[in-house]
């Protein structure tokens, strides 16, 4: 079993639609990363949480840190949006920035 | 801009060459890192460098060389040693352990 889960891992959806991507991880964590991959490779990267709640534009993680979980929501999906959204974790005892990623969820928002 | 420069994008080499893969930033960041990337698969560090002149094993480290003489340069070396060389390779790099990482866009490398 991966120590970091992704659900779904496909998605599709018509543009405007409100969009929630979840993460579940096994391990302690010191934070936990939001990834976006576009078609040609590169990655950006969207968030990073520790607690709560972030927002940033159309976006917004969350995190419940006792139940070892994490969503990411998109309002008004837009093809644009179309991408793969990477989870990844952080475990505390490491003392270097070694992630351990989901397999992602790919997105296509259709107009 | 500063940002994370990988080349080439795309690299084709003969089965038991060596090839080396470019990682350039410019944003002053200490740290740096390489991963593997495979189809249904999370990312899987090779090799990462937390300062110059000094660098550490991964989870997938065997194949592999890297150097850092440079704070802005982390080549990866694919050496014949790889027994499944092709892959997505990606380079990132972060202000320090704990920061956010910045990524490149990654050189796609295929071995016939």
């Known amino acids: 079993k991966n120590e970091v889960e992704q659900s779904p891992q496909n998605l599709t959806a018509q543009e405007g639609e409100f969009i929630t991507i979840n993460c579940s991880y096994s391990?302690?964590?010191?934070?936990l990363h939001w990834l976006q991959q576009h078609p040609g490779g590169g990655i950006v990267s969207l968030f990073m949480?520790?607690?709560g709640k972030k927002k940033h534009g159309r976006l917004i993680a969350t995190i419940n840190i006792q139940e070892k979980h994490s969503s990411l929501h998109i309002t008004a999906s837009h093809p644009r949006d179309s991408a793969v959204y990477i989870c990844?974790?952080?475990?505390?005892?490491?003392?270097?920035?070694?992630?351990?990623f989901g397999t992602g969820t790919r997105l296509q928002v259709f107009p | 801009d500063g940002g994370i420069t990988q080349s080439p994008k795309y690299l084709f080499r003969k089965e038991g060459q060596n090839v080396t893969l470019s990682c350039e930033q410019n944003?002053?960041?200490?740290?740096m890192y390489w991963y593997r990337q495979d189809p249904g698969q999370g990312l899987r560090l090779i090799y990462y460098?937390?300062?110059?002149?000094?660098?550490q094993k991964g989870d997938i480290a065997e194949g592999y060389s890297v150097s850092r003489e440079k704070k802005e340069s982390f080549p990866l070396t694919v050496t014949s040693a790889q027994k499944n060389p092709t892959a997505f390779y990606l380079c990132?790099?972060?202000?320090?352990?704990?920061?956010?990482?910045?990524f490149g866009q990654g050189t796609r490398l295929t071995v016939v």
């Open positions: 949480l520790s607690s």
């Open positions: 391990v302690g964590i010191s934070a």
């Open positions: 990844a974790v952080r475990p505390p005892s490491y003392n270097t920035d070694k992630l351990i």
């Open positions: 990132a790099s972060s202000i320090s352990v704990n920061t956010e990482a910045f």
């Open positions: 944003l002053n960041h200490d740290a």
């Open positions: 460098s937390q300062i110059v002149n000094d660098f």
